[in-house]
């Protein structure tokens, strides 16, 4: 189908402008997706591209220009690494998630560089991690006391501290938390 014909089997007020699979995506083009993408939340350099090649993944897309225009965006200050990262934070500070989860995350979306950063933003001290700690086990636990005989208690311990590991707390902090909500009427067998 020559360039720019239209598709006969779409309706009449739908008719979209085909495009040719071996065309080459013009830099122009590269910059309006990319803003697009970045317009609706912030992303890393390297989810940047990776979208960016997913979109265009059926037409040409050099190399060289891709990393232009991300080089170009970057200058421009609409990309930015440490920003990504700590929005990442902030975001997943806010659904309860631990430094350790964080710092994970951050890694595997490959901002490594600035996770640091990003925590001290998401909570400015230990302290802090602690009353954040304690929010996600009161709001999940409420402050129900592990009772039962030593079996029960155990492995009721053993669940509070999975769910709060998993969740990205130090073991340390999370041991903490749990020893609060033994009962104390209950005697050690």
Not at 57 to 81: A, F, N, P, V
Not at 149 to 175: H, I, N, P, T
Request: net charge positive; hydrophobic share 35%.
């Amino acid at each position: 189908m020559p360039r720019g014909a239209t598709r006969p089997n779409l309706p009449e007020g739908l008719a979209r402008v085909v495009v040719e699979l071996g065309e080459s995506v013009s830099p122009l083009e590269l910059r309006r997706a990319a803003m697009d993408l970045l317009a609706r939340r912030e992303h890393s350099l390297r989810e940047l591209s990776t979208k960016l090649r997913k979109r265009f993944r059926g037409r040409q897309l050099d190399e060289e220009t891709l990393e232009r225009s991300l080089h170009q965006l970057t200058s421009d200050g609409l990309l930015s690494d440490a920003r990504y990262a700590a929005s990442r934070a902030r975001q997943l500070t806010n659904r309860g998630y631990g430094p350790n989860r964080i710092r994970e995350d951050l890694r595997q979306q490959g901002v490594e560089a600035f996770v640091n950063s990003a925590l001290d933003d998401a909570c400015e001290a230990s302290d802090d991690w602690f009353c954040h700690a304690s929010a996600v086990y009161r709001k999940k636990y409420q402050g129900a006391p592990i009772v039962g005989d030593f079996q029960s208690r155990q492995k009721e311990k053993a669940k509070r501290l999975r769910f709060l590991q998993y969740r990205g707390f130090s073991a340390e902090l999370s041991r903490k938390l749990v020893s609060a909500d033994e009962d104390p009427d209950v005697p050690e067998e």
